[in-house]
Each structure stands twice: as C-alpha cells, then as structure tokens.
C-alpha cells in the first residue's frame, strides 16, 4: 500500500526506540486506541550509528498487533548496509524501509532491492548532508518519502537542531507534493507547527509521547498543536 494511502493529511509516529520494552504491547495498544496508525521503529547497527537498537525480533513480536488493528510499521534502518536487513524486516512484518543517503554507495540499487520484499522506501539524510543533494537522489531513485533528521542520528532524547527548519524547506520545495517529507527529532508541542509550516507531513516523536505518564494525551497534544 503507498505510503499516500496510509497519511491523514498528518501523521505523528511514535518512535518505538523511546517506548517502555517492558510494557510494549500494552503501550502500543493504548496509543492505537488514541489514534495512532503509523509507529516509527529504529534499528541501529552500532556502526552507522553508536547504539544497537531494536531488530527483527522486536518487530516480529509486535507487528501483528499493530497490523491487525489497522496500522503500519515505518523501519528507520540507521545501518551500513541496509539492503542486508529487508529480507528479515519484510519476514517479521515492516511496511516500509528508510535508509540512509549516507549509508548507500548505490542507492538505485539499495532502492530495487526494497522493492523485490514489497516494501515502502523512504530515504533519510543527516544534518551535515545538503538537503539538495537528498533530494536530488530522491527523486532519481523514485522513493515513496524523504526523512529530514532534525538530530543527529543515534540516540533518543536531543533537543530540536533550528537549521533543520531550512532543511526541511529546502526539501520540500525540491520533491513532487505526492513524496511526504518527514521529520525525526526533537519533536514536541513547542515546535511541531512550525516544523509542519516549513512542509513537513510525517512527524516522528519519542520521548514527547513515551517520557509522558498519559501517552495517550502527550500524542493528542501533538494533534492538538496541528489542528
């Protein structure tokens, strides 16, 4: 299903990197039931990025849920080598892949091979990458969205970096209106209008939900600030 299908005219993704590993299906239901239908799901090779992050296992283990309720699971593979994990991505039921510019010394090629596993492919930039560059690859390569980081990539918890709201414009203006540009990073009621007004549609959100007691009431803030 394209990813054009999937957004309502918002979408603010949690980021499961941030949720409570404990209380994860618990969480995820309580967060379905306030409306979400998109979860953001990081995994981290400890090379492309510092931390290993959550893999195929996780994913496998919640994916049906969050399927079954009528939702969909967006991968952010911050690794080297992306191409290596759609396989066991589409086994343990991911929707999408997001790779990294950075991470691709062949991206049309890193691109066919996401499609082969009938995955969404999104493609991702750092903050040090030209926007222009990204998005100039984007649209060679055909993917279905463009992640502007607004951190740089790795850890949960960083604070909103500014010149990512030039970034963001800069992208937008570069992509056709049917390739959703999205946001990760630093993403909280003080700032998600603007960075929706810089052009953003997909806006992924971490500690702004999950370092909330009320999930359910931390992500209709984020709503609320949209509306």
């Given at each position: 299903?394209?990813?054009?299908?999937?957004?309502?005219?918002?979408?603010?993704?949690?980021?499961?990197y941030a949720a409570d590993f404990g209380h994860l299906a618990d969480q995820i239901d309580v967060l379905m039931r306030?409306?979400?239908?998109?979860?953001?799901?990081?995994?981290g090779d400890g090379h492309f990025i510092e931390p290993i992050t959550i893999g195929p296992i996780v994913l496998e283990s919640i994916s049906k849920q969050i399927h079954d309720a009528g939702g969909h699971v967006d991968c952010h593979l911050m690794t080297e080598h992306p191409e290596k994990h759609f396989s066991a991505i589409a086994e343990a039921g991911g929707d999408s892949v997001t790779v990294h510019y950075e991470a691709c010394d062949d991206l049309p090629a890193v691109i066919r091979a996401a499609r082969v596993h009938e995955l969404q492919v999104g493609l991702a930039f750092k903050p040090e990458t030209s926007a222009a560059y990204a998005a100039h690859a984007a649209l060679a390569s055909r993917v279905d969205l463009v992640l502007c980081m607004s951190i740089e990539p790795g850890y949960s918890g960083q604070e909103f970096m500014p010149e990512a709201y030039e970034r963001i414009r800069t992208t937008r203006s570069l992509l056709p209106p049917d390739v959703p540009v999205q946001v990760d990073g630093g993403i909280g009621?003080?700032?998600?209008?603007?960075?929706?007004d810089a052009g953003a549609t997909l806006f992924v959100a971490g500690s702004s939900i999950f370092g909330r007691e009320d999930l359910p009431r931390a992500y209709r803030r984020l709503l609320q600030e949209l509306a």
């Open positions: 299903m394209p990813w054009n299908d999937w957004i309502r005219t918002v979408e603010v993704e949690p980021s499961l306030a409306g979400v239908r998109i979860f953001h799901f990081d995994v009621p003080e700032n998600i209008r603007a960075v929706r």
